[in-house]
């Protein structure tokens, strides 16, 4: 903490991922909004080389919701796991996927067999880039229920490949996506809302088609490699001119 004070104090300029964030160095550390701008980040156009019966054959004819990220608590995957189970209550025909790895992996796997999930929740661990776009690619949906997420880059990688995506009303997350138009938001930690934004598009293909275009088209315009760097360079280059004006002023300054 002290050495973020003391950088942030002696920057000219910052710059964070999210309104989220700028919200947190805001409170945190008593800032100005004009010494503060938001400039996301971005992800590169992602490529399906293999389809999902490829990667995992055992996904052929499943009809399942793709999530993703550290194993950790502050990713809301418990959240899934409650969700799983008023599925399994429910008699649904859809099945969870979890990829990722963390500390937490073992303790949700123990989980889903002491609570007899397996056949609506799977934590299948580390996945490599070409193995999550094949999952992706291949699902109903993606499902991102962070209790806490700073911007969410994940969110992106979805969206890029047309997916719709539903989301954790939350932190950088609620920035990226509008409800009913890029996406879905869920109020986090709540499997209710969590069932109720997949039944809404499983129950309408087409709207969701539509919501995954358009969560395509915001990635492809807003979150660009090309636009971030521009937007970079352009606070950059009014940093410089800022001190430039402001060293003059002083040079020009009457002795007092």
């Known amino acids: 903490h002290e050495k973020e004070q003391q950088l942030i104090t002696e920057s000219d300029q910052i710059i964070v991922c999210s309104d989220y964030m700028k919200e947190e160095i805001r409170e945190v550390f008593a800032l100005q909004d004009e010494g503060i701008a938001v400039i996301p980040n971005g992800v590169e156009p992602?490529?399906?080389n293999r389809q999902i019966a490829e990667v995992f054959p055992e996904l052929k004819d499943t009809k399942f919701i793709f999530s993703i990220g550290r194993i950790v608590e502050e990713k809301g995957f418990e959240t899934i796991?409650?969700?799983a189970a008023t599925a399994k209550d429910k008699e649904k025909d859809f099945v969870f996927v979890i990829a990722g790895k963390g500390p937490?992996?073992?303790?949700y796997q123990k989980q889903v067999l002491e609570r007899e999930l397996e056949g609506y929740v799977?934590?299948?661990g580390y996945v490599t880039d070409e193995q999550r776009n094949a999952l992706v690619k291949g699902c109903e949906l993606v499902v991102i229920p962070s209790l806490y997420e700073?911007?969410?880059i994940v969110v992106l990688e979805s969206m890029a490949i047309?997916?719709?995506?539903v989301v954790s009303n939350t932190g950088g997350m609620k920035g990226?996506?509008?409800h009913l138009q890029t996406g879905m938001l869920m109020v986090p930690g709540s499997p209710k809302s969590l069932l109720e934004q997949i039944e809404y598009l499983l129950n309408q293909p087409e709207k969701a088609n539509e919501i995954g275009s358009r969560g395509k088209q915001i990635v492809q315009s807003l979150y660009c490699w090309k636009r971030i760097?521009?937007?970079t360079c352009r606070i950059m280059e009014d940093t410089l001119l800022n001190q430039r004006v402001n060293e003059k002023e002083q040079k020009t300054a009457p002795n007092k």
């Open 150 to 152: 700073p911007f969410g």
């Open 229 to 231: 760097a521009a937007e």
């Open 122 to 124: 799977s934590f299948i």
């Open 81 to 83: 796991i409650e969700a």
């Open 104 to 107: 937490m992996l073992k303790e």
């Open 162 to 165: 047309g997916k719709p995506t």
């Open 176 to 178: 990226i996506i509008k």
């Open 46 to 48: 992602l490529k399906v």
